[in-house]
């Protein structure tokens, strides 16, 4: 009888010190989100006329930037929907831009009517 007391007495405390444990209703981790770098470097101002645009390709015949080694003439540049979200997307309108170099391209950072 007392071994069944003492046995009684050994599993109680043992399972009092386990504790609760972890509930069944715990929120999960949220998962992380992987955020695109924001490209660093200069950039540099043009104006210029629309001449077509393909999607996010914004090709315009402009008037070059000497600081980014760009000549005048016709570029197509990258735009991304905050750019383009606002400006005049129209071919012959003319525009005064901001841009900045992109691996081998150019990338719009503004664009807006004149």
């Known amino acids: ?4 007391i003492i046995f009684s007495i050994a599993v109680i405390g043992v399972l009092a010190a386990c504790g609760p444990g ?7 981790k949220p998962a992380e989100t992987a955020q695109t770098p924001v490209p660093a470097g200069p950039e540099y101002d043009s104006t210029g006329v629309i001449a077509a645009l393909e999607g996010q390709l914004v090709t315009l015949d ?3 930037a000497s600081g980014a080694g760009l ?4 570029t197509a540049f990258q735009g991304y929907g905050d750019v ?6 129209t071919a012959g309108t003319r525009v005064a ?4 170099k992109a691996g081998a391209g150019y990338e719009l950072t503004e664009l807006k009517g004149r």
């Open 97 to 100: 831009f901001k841009f900045r």
């Open 1 to 4: 009888m007392k071994i069944k």
């Open 71 to 74: 000549v005048a003439g016709r």
């Open 62 to 64: 402009h008037e070059g």
């Open 22 to 28: 972890q509930s069944a209703k715990t929120p999960p």
């Open 84 to 89: 383009l979200a606002e400006a005049p997307l």
